[in-house]
Structure formats: structure tokens, C-alpha cells
């Protein structure tokens, strides 16, 4: 808007005069602005009011269907032992419970490290080294799904170390207060059960340094199911515990076959012993084996069951695997041109042969064996002893010498460091027949689950590529049986997903995924380092240091017996039939769980419902029945300056609160409303009402103002209005709970269909809408454009006017000029 300077001349008040002229027009402009204000308000109180209706619609909803009224409530003679809840579709009556096992989360408590170890050290300095590239300190991590490998180079940090324990699907600490690692699996029960293992003897040392050695991997390395040809413990039914492959025992089955048929055989009383301890197993197990007439069975039908006896038994070769294993040590002494390599091919009895004679050898062989081993063992420890003055560390030698005399006459201190030399040595592997017989198996059954990955990777989009993809599949899949079904591919398959895989996933027990995203080297060689150490250790070649090993919790489920049936949960929360058990303690005995209908949750929920009603009916009557505010139109701003905030509030709130007096559709939803409520109802035969159960209005004599419709219950302690009546609904929710409850579906139902009628969609308004949402939007829109054109009609006059004035002055200013003029010339 221009700048306007009026009046100069004559002196006149020309925007009090302009604004008289044009009053005419911006009382119409104002008049649409306080009707479009009001309008506004209007909408607001609408939609506010139609949020709580809207709700109200919801709820009844819901409650028209008998699951909304399944309130049950549980005791528990024990709650000590277990607590219980119970939904609808929990039955009614006492039941037997008994706990026998809580879920557990697996759990690592490492051992205590040297106060020292931070979060930033290295593991050099915990004494964590790769020594080759063949014996790296590797790790691995096994989840129920996952299996990670780890490989701690001499620069990470333990911090580091945490965050790969973390990546591998652990939950990883390292407390510096506490000195220890703390791991746990992230769900609870036996799924979700992790082992750490180590892939290589420096991987043994470094869990060994890092205190995670567990006494869960010590047992399973010293009670390994490992061999050189992996036969298998047929626990069940030998009387010593005999050890056979397949080979074994089909060549066992073909000698009680002559045992029971050749009356001249000849065998001692223990393989007589032994070979009737199969026969009367088979005998017992003829389900899985199938009846045998040892007179008449074919040489295929004994293979067949050989098969069948040694799949049957179980992996535990401990001690089986000979203690003439020949390792290799190789160093060098000397230095520059002077610097020589030594090599020496041992078993553990040769190398206590060795250091027996090393004291007199003086061949350069010999003297250079003695300069490697003093100055790596001579400080090693030996043991330590408690003495009068404490703790004295005995150690193979000193000052990087050792005393090869004192060695050869301490049988003891021999043998320790004979083993410490030994472990120290390493397998030729390209000539061990067990590395190449797993080399071989990991490469055939991996090479055949990737050809049939890649087979079902490939394109459908049209018939010919479907034909390419089913002969590939068919091919690959015969490539995967024919590797399996070689019977050393197999035991290998068996006890590599036993000890190293992972299967798909909870729902999928396959192991594919392990296969395919295995490397084959890698595999081979953490297999057979197991194999080797476990039976080194049951030969008595190596010893595992377990003087501080890690404190294992294995993941186990939950189990608990209801009603004689057993039931398991990876947590301690079982649901049966609608019945949750929180399981909190074992039971020695039997306890109970009660379950009944919850009566005081029902007259809740009634209550509840009815208090909703109650407020949104007593809501409409007070917007329905409120004083006219006929004299009140919302204030411009020059009305509004004149007033102070609080008389403009009250003065607004005047017009808001009687917006929906006597409104139609208001009128017609508290009708609808009201009817559905008032209504009688039929449950089976009988007429029922809100008053059967001693629920009713007041009525308009003895209800507050404008809560005429609210309805009452009888006996309800928290109305002082019916506190002292009879409790009827109560009563009847007791006595007869499926009464109360077809009728309040009947009545829910009802008033849901009537606020469903006033909620549908029209020209007018919306769906779920009570009010004409729509054509007040369109109402809304007509004010502005009248609005619109009344501002531009007065804002054209005010132009119009200040035009005319503005030449007024102007001629009023040349006149006054030239009479100015004039008057100068004739000496004014």
C-alpha cells in the first residue's frame, strides 16, 4: 500500500473521512470474516467432538465378539515357583504343573588375566603370536546358524578382538576392573548355544592367554570323537566298549554269522561275549535293523546292516590313534653365512630318547639341537611348588642354559619338556593319509552343494532356460549323492557338521550354507588339527593346560510337564492352550494352576464401557443444551483492542461453547444413541434390559443437569448416586457370566450399527464422519472468496477517494501558491 499524505493543504482529516465513506463496504467485509471465524470454531468443536464418537464406534466394535470378554484369572499354589495368566481360550479347572528345567543363556566367564590387560593391548603382548601361515592363532565361533572364523594377527587389540567377537553373533566384554572377558549369546535356550574352539594349536594358546579356554572345549578335546580313520564307539552294546569302522563291521558281522551257522568255528569266551551282546541289540532294536536270520542272510543284506549298526553308533575314539605319530621340528642356528637349518623327524618316545643321550652328544647335530632348545624352553616352567618361603617356580633351566645331565635324570621334567618339543613340531601334511582323506571329502561334498546352488541360481523366465535349469539341477544333485554316498565323503560330512557347521537356519536343519561358504583349506586343516590334537592328548603326547580355563554356561531350554505332557521354550515363558507359565524355579513335587473366569475383570470392563458412553453422552447434551449466544459475533481487531485478553477470552468462549446448540445432527446422534441403549434385547428366550442387571439412567429429576442419559450401576461403590443398592451385575456375572455376556454383545452390536448408520459417507460429509464435514469445507471456501472480493471492492473505493482528495489538495496548493504570488507583487 502506498504512503498517503493527506490534508496538508486543507487541512482535513481525509483517512477518518475516506474510512466513513467506504464503512459501508467493509461492514460487509467484516461481516464474512466474523462468520468465516465462526465457522472455523465450528469445525474445530466438530471434529473434536467426532474423534471421541469415532472411538466410542471402535470400541463397541470390538466389544460385539465374545473373545473381547474372555477374562480368565489363574492361581498358582506355588508363586514361588511359577506365576501364570490365562486368555479366553484357557479352560476353566485345575491343572498339574511340574518344572524341570529353567532356560539358561549360554554364558563364557573368562578367566582372570594378569591385571595388566587393557582394552588397547596387543596381543603380542599377551604372548599371541601366528607362527605360520599354516599355524595361525585361529578361532573359531559357532552359533546356531553362523560359524565364524577368527584370526588374531600379533597387532590387535583386545578391544578389537571384542568387536569381531561381537560381528561373529555374541554379546562381547572385556572388563579392565574385573581382568576378565564376559560373552553371551543374544537369545536365551539351547538355539541359542555358542562354543569358541580353537582352528590351531596357536589358536589353543591364544584362548589359553585370553583366559576363554572353556572347560567345555577342554572336554571336548580330551573326550573327542576323533581317529585317524574315524571309527566309531559302539557304546550301546559292546561289553568293552569296542571301536569299529564300517569296514570293521561288516567284517564283524560276517563272523557271527560263521559264530551262530558253523557249529566248528572256533572263538573265545569274550568274542563269544561280545559277539552275542550285537546279536541280542539287534535282536532289541529289529525296528530300526530289521529281523536277521543269521542262517539265511545274503552277503548284501549283512552289508546292508553293517551300514545300518554303524550309523547307528556314535563318534568317540578316544585314545585310538597311535602314539608313534612322527612330527617335524625345524630351526636355524647361527647367523648371516654361518646360519644353518636343522631339521628332525620325531615321535614323543624318540624325543625322550633324544634328550636321554643329549648330555653326552657332542655331534654338530646334536650341539645345535641344544643351543634351539636351551634357548627356547630354558625358561619355560616346568611347575611351581609351594615352599616355607612361598611359591618357587621350577623352570627347565636358567640363564638360557640348560642342564642336559639334570634332564636325563628327572624322568618327569624329561617327559614335560619331550611334550613341550613335540607340540611345538608340525604334521608334513601333503604326506599324512588322514589330511588327505579329509582334504579329499571337504573338496567333493563342498564341490557338489555349490553345483547344485548354482544350478538353482539359474533363470526361468521361459521354457528353454527352465529345461537348461532342470537338467543342470538333476546333474549337480547326482554330482551331491554320488560324493555322499562314498562312505568316508560321509563319516567326514557327519562329523564335520557335528563339530565345525551350522545349519541354515532354526526352520531349515540342512547344512548347505556351511558347505558353499566354507573354504576348503581352510576347513581341511581346522579339521584336521582337531582330529590330531585330540588324539595326541588321549595318547598322551600333548597336554591341554586347563590350569585356568573359562567357566561355561551351555544354552538350554526350559521343560515343564503340564498335565503329565511335556513342554519346552527357549525362555521361561510357555504358552499351552491359552495358559502362560512364567517358569521360575524348579519343582520337586507337583503344584496346581487354577483357572476361572475372571468375574471382576468383566464388571470392569462393563464399567468401563459405560463410562465412555457416559462421558460422551453427557458431553453432547452440555454442546446441545447450551446457552444462546445469539448476541456475540467474534470481535474484529479494532474491537479486540478496545478489550482486555480476559474479556476477549470469555467473550470467545461464550460463541464456542454454544456453537452445537440445538443442532440437528447432534440431535439426531444422541437419539440413535439413546435408542440402542433403551432397546431390549432377546438372550435365549428371555428379554433382557440394562435394568435385569441393576443398570439404569436416573432420570431428569434426579440426574446433575445435562446427565439424563448416563447410566448408573447398582451397588457400584464409587457412584454415591447407587452405592447402596443391591449389586445385581455383579451377582449375575458371577452366577452366569455367557448371560451377561450375549447381552452386552447384543447391545454393543447394536449401538454400533446406529453410530455405523450416522458415520457412513453422503454428499455432505465424510465416512466416519457424524457431521458435514464437507459442505462446511465448502461453506469455508465461499467466505473466502467473498472475503476476497469485499477486501478488493473497499481497498478500489479507498483508492477511488484518496485520488480525488489528492487532486483537491493539489489545486487547494497551487491556489494558495498563487495567491502567495499575488499578494507579494502588490506589497501583502
Known sequence: MPIRLSGLASGLDTEAIVGALVSAYSYK???????????????????????????????????????????????????????????????????????????????????????????????????????????????????????????????MTVNQFVNKLNDAGVIANFDEKNQRFFISSKTSGEEGDFSISANSSQGLNALNKLGLLSDEEVTSITNSSDSKNLAKKLYEFTPDGSYYDLTETKSLLKSIKDYKTNDAATYTDAQKAEFDSFVTYIEANATAFGAVDWATISDDDLSSLATKLYNSATYDTTGTKSTAITRTLTFTVGEDEDKKEYTFAKNLAEWKETLAGLADSTDEESTALKEYLSKTFANEVYKTETTDAGIAVIKYGT??????????????????????IYSKSTYNLSNDSTYREISKAVNAIRDGYVAVAEAKALPTSNSEEAAIRAAKLEAAQAQLDEALADPTNQKWKEYIEANFGAKNSEYDSSYSNFWIQSDNLELTQSVFYRVDLAANVAAGNI????????????????????????????????????????????????????????????????????????????????????????????????????????????????????????????????????????????????????????????????????????????????????????????????????????????????????????????????????????????????YSSLIKTWTDRVQDMEDAYYKKFAAMESALATLQSNSSSISSLLGG
Open 29 to 155: 467485509k467484516d461481516k464474512y470474516v466474523k462468520a468465516q471465524t465462526k465457522l472455523s470454531w465450528k469445525q474445530e468443536a466438530w471434529s473434536t467432538l467426532n474423534s471421541k464418537v469415532y472411538s466410542l464406534y471402535t470400541d463397541v466394535g470390538n466389544m460385539r465378539y465374545s473373545s473381547n470378554y474372555s477374562a480368565k484369572k489363574t492361581t498358582v499354589s506355588d508363586t514361588s515357583k511359577a506365576t501364570a495368566t490365562a486368555s479366553g481360550t484357557a479352560i476353566n479347572g485345575t491343572q498339574t504343573l511340574k518344572i524341570s528345567e529353567l532356560a539358561k543363556t549360554a554364558f563364557i566367564t573368562g578367566a582372570e588375566l594378569d591385571g595388566t590387560v587393557k582394552g588397547n593391548s596387543t596381543m603380542i603382548s599377551l604372548g599371541i603370536k601366528n607362527e605360520s601361515a599354516v599355524d595361525k592363532a585361529s578361532i573359531s565361533v559357532r552359533t546356531g546358524n553362523k560359524v565364524t572364523n577368527i584370526d588374531l594377527d600379533s597387532s
Open 399 to 420: 640363564d638360557g642354559e640348560i642342564d642336559w645331565a639334570d634332564i636325563a635324570a628327572d624322568e618327569d621334567k624329561m617327559s614335560a619338556l619331550a611334550k613341550q
Open 543 to 782: 597336554t591341554v593346560d586347563n590350569s585356568k580355563t573359562a567357566t561355561k554356561v551351555k544354552g538350554q531350554d526350559a521343560s515343564i510337564e503340564l498335565n503329565g505332557v511335556t513342554y519346552t521354550s527357549n525362555t521361561n515363558s510357555i504358552t499351552v492352550n491359552g495358559l502362560t507359565i512364567e517358569a521360575m524355579a524348579k519343582t520337586p513335587d507337583e503344584i496346581s494352576v487354577t483357572v476361572a473366569n475372571d468375574t471382576d475383570a468383566l464388571y470392569d470392563k462393563v464399567k468401563d464401557f459405560l463410562t465412555s458412553y457416559n462421558n460422551l453422552m453427557n458431553e453432547m447434551q452440555k454442546l446441545y443444551n447450551a446457552d444462546s449466544a445469539k448476541d456475540y459475533e467474534p470481535l474484529t481487531d479494532d474491537e479486540k483492542a478496545e478489550m482486555s485478553e480476559t474479556e476477549i477470552e470469555k467473550w470467545e468462549q461464550k460463541i464456542k461453547d454454544s456453537l452445537l446448540r440445538r443442532d440437528t445432527s447432534l440431535n439426531g446422534i444422541i437419539s440413535a444413541m439413546t435408542m440402542s441403549m433403551m432397546q431390549v434385547y432377546e438372550v435365549n428366550g428371555e428379554k433382557l434390559s440394562w435394568s435385569v442387571f441393576g443398570v439404569h439412567t436416573l432420570g431428569t429429576l434426579n440426574a446433575e443437569k445435562n446427565e439424563g442419559y448416563a447410566y448408573h450401576i447398582d451397588g457400584d461403590s464409587e457412584d454415591s448416586k447407587t452405592s447402596g443398592n443391591e449389586e445385581k451385575l455383579r451377582a449375575a456375572l458371577a452366577s452366569d457370566p455367557d448371560r451377561v455376556i450375549e447381552f452386552l454383545k447384543q447391545v454393543t452390536s447394536g449401538l454400533y450399527k446406529s453410530l455405523d448408520e450416522k458415520m457412513k459417507s453422503t454428499a455432505v460429509k465424510s465416512v466416519y464422519t457424524v457431521y458435514n464435514d464437507k459442505e462446511m469445507a465448502s461453506e469455508y471456501s465461499n
